[in-house]
C-alpha cells in the first residue's frame, strides 16, 4: 500500500458491480495483476477481500508425473 496523503479522498468502491467495472477497466490497462492491484490501491480504496474474490486466481501448474510402461 502507498504512502497516502489524508487530504487528497480518493473514491470508496463498496458496490459490487462498480468494483467488477472499475476492475474490468484496469485490467485492459495493466499487464499483470501485479498492475491491476497497484492501480486499484492507488486510484480507490476498496475492500480488497471484494477484490480477490473478483480477479482469477493464480492457479500453480500442475507437475504431471511420466507414465511407466
Partial sequence: ???TDP???RPTLTN???LAS???RIGTEAASTAEIWRRLTEHYIV???A???LL???EPEPLWLTSRN
Avoid: Q, Y
Fill in 1 to 3: 500500500m502507498p504512502n
Fill in 7 to 9: 487530504v487528497i479522498t
Fill in 16 to 18: 459490487p458491480s462498480l
Fill in 22 to 24: 472499475a476492475l474490468h
Fill in 47 to 49: 475492500d480488497l477481500d
Fill in 51 to 53: 477484490v480477490a474474490a
Fill in 56 to 58: 482469477p486466481r493464480a
